[in-house]
């Protein structure tokens, strides 16, 4: 499955955050009360918009299996396979507290790019782009971006995170609420000798990794712990799946 | 049933109906093992996952770019308001 994927241009919307995303996804598909539910599954033509697959909750409904479904996934690549580029671009969050949730959900570190303007953001995005879809790191970790001192001094105040300009490696609390720094390094935009210091960056973030030591995760657990010390997540769009049970009314 | 042994696209709807299921029946009570309940534990792996974009423009920016079809598989990165878990 991971492997079939990497033909593709992977994208999983964070539901409820976005309000255009939001419409986008109900554009695509409407469960049977005519809302957006929690999840929406759909293969797109590179176009975004040709359907290679029906649209729906999950693969479950049109797979029997994860091996079907890449196989599936292996067989629709074909025709795009002669023509296709590789892919270069970062696939980078723009809001830490959404980031640092995601990472805690994925139980994956958190990449956090920052930066004082926008210029030195983009350099340091394309350092970091090459690294991101090496064999080493692919799929490995989240990346944000946090850009101006405003937003540095946010993540500070917000997440007890203390951001210099560069990348910074860091392991989400279970809640995604905090974060404990892994690794710093800074400098990355700047240096010129770019193979040598992204091999070096490379190096040291693989064992930065090797310190990224999550637990495992019980959902029921985690839910009764949210809920003793009252966190709660306030999503940007209301959440609309009607399957999902009032929280409150489950106390 | 372990079923969040593999981060993988079957493991989203996985775990919502997972936080359906553990919400609508309530915590069991230690050393408790319900007949037919899933395992509901989440573990951490070593090995690499799908990569994804988190945002629809960057991906089909990128999807145009490059020639490339799209996988899509949104998800909520909450279970009945509790962040930190899908």
Same mark, same amino acid.
């Given at each position: 499955?991971?492997?079939?994927?990497r033909?593709? +241009?992977?994208?999983?919307?964070?539901?409820?955050?976005?309000?255009?995303?939001a419409?986008?996804?109900?554009?695509?598909?409407r469960?049977?009360? $005519?809302?957006?539910?929690?999840?929406?599954?759909?293969?797109? $033509?590179p176009?975004?918009?040709?359907?290679?697959? *029906?649209?729906?909750?999950?693969?479950?409904q049109?797979f029997?299996? @994860?091996?079907?479904?890449?196989?599936?996934?292996?067989?629709?690549?074909?025709?795009?396979?002669?023509?296709?580029?590789?892919?270069?671009?970062?696939?980078v969050?723009?809001d830490?507290?959404?980031?640092?949730n995601?990472?805690?959900?994925?139980l994956?570190?958190v990449?956090?790019?920052?930066?004082?303007?926008?210029?030195?953001?983009?350099?340091?995005?394309?350092?970091?782009?090459v690294?991101?879809?090496?064999?080493?790191?692919?799929?490995?970790?989240h990346?944000?971006?946090v850009?101006g !001192?405003?937003?540095?001094? @946010?993540?500070?105040?917000? %997440?007890?995170?203390?951001l210099?300009?560069?990348?910074t490696?860091?392991?989400?609390d279970?809640?995604?609420?905090t974060?404990?720094v892994?690794? %710093?390094?800074? $400098?990355?935009?700047?240096? *010129?000798?770019?193979? /040598?210091?992204? *091999?070096?960056?490379?190096?040291?973030?693989?064992?930065?990794?090797?310190? %990224?030591?999550?637990?495992?995760?019980?959902r029921?657990? %985690?839910?009764?712990?949210?809920?003793? #010390?009252? +966190? !709660?997540?306030e999503?940007?769009?209301?959440?609309?799946d009607?399957?999902?049970?009032?929280?409150?009314?489950?106390? | 049933? #372990?079923?969040?042994?593999?981060r /993988?696209?079957?493991?989203?709807?996985? @775990?919502?109906a997972?936080?359906?299921?553990?919400?609508?029946?309530?915590?069991?009570?230690?050393? !408790?093992?319900?007949?037919?309940?899933?395992?509901?534990?989440?573990?951490? /792996?070593?090995?690499?996952?799908?990569?994804?974009?988190?945002?629809?423009?960057?991906?089909?920016?990128?999807?145009?770019?490059?020639?490339?079809? +799209?996988?899509?598989?949104?998800?909520?990165?909450?279970?009945t308001? @509790?962040?930190?878990?899908?």
């Amino acid at each position: 499955m991971v492997t079939a994927s990497r033909n593709y +241009i992977c994208v999983r919307p964070q539901t409820y955050e976005d309000k255009a995303e939001a419409e986008l996804l109900l554009s695509l598909y409407r469960g049977r009360d $005519g809302v957006l539910e929690n999840t929406v599954f759909c293969v797109l $033509g590179p176009d975004g918009k040709q359907r290679l697959t *029906k649209a729906g909750r999950s693969p479950m409904q049109q797979f029997s299996d @994860a091996e079907a479904f890449a196989a599936f996934l292996g067989k629709a690549f074909v025709p795009y396979a002669e023509e296709a580029k590789a892919v270069q671009s970062l696939p980078v969050h723009d809001d830490l507290a959404l980031a640092l949730n995601v990472g805690a959900c994925d139980l994956m570190p958190v990449a956090v790019l920052a930066a004082e303007d926008d210029k030195a953001m983009a350099k340091l995005e394309e350092r970091v782009a090459v690294l991101a879809w090496s064999a080493e790191h692919v799929g490995r970790q989240h990346y944000v971006r946090v850009v101006g !001192e405003q937003a540095i001094a @946010a993540a500070k105040a917000e %997440h007890g995170l203390v951001l210099e300009a560069g990348l910074t490696l860091v392991e989400p609390d279970a809640f995604g609420l905090t974060a404990e720094v892994l690794l %710093h390094l800074g $400098g990355l935009e700047k240096r *010129k000798a770019r193979t /040598s210091a992204l *091999k070096a960056a490379s190096a040291a973030l693989v064992e930065a990794r090797g310190d %990224h030591s999550p637990e495992a995760k019980s959902r029921r657990a %985690h839910l009764r712990e949210a809920r003793k #010390q009252g +966190i !709660e997540w306030e999503s940007e769009v209301p959440v609309s799946d009607p399957n999902t049970p009032d929280r409150k009314s489950n106390d | 049933m #372990q079923v969040f042994t593999r981060r /993988s696209l079957f493991a989203a709807p996985l @775990a919502l109906a997972l936080c359906l299921v553990s919400t609508a029946q309530g915590p069991p009570e230690r050393g !408790e093992r319900q007949k037919g309940a899933q395992v509901d534990v989440l573990e951490p /792996s070593l090995e690499a996952s799908i990569a994804w974009y988190g945002r629809w423009d960057d991906a089909q920016a990128e999807a145009e770019r490059t020639g490339r079809p +799209i996988l899509l598989m949104s998800a909520a990165p909450q279970c009945t308001g @509790a962040p930190g878990i899908w």
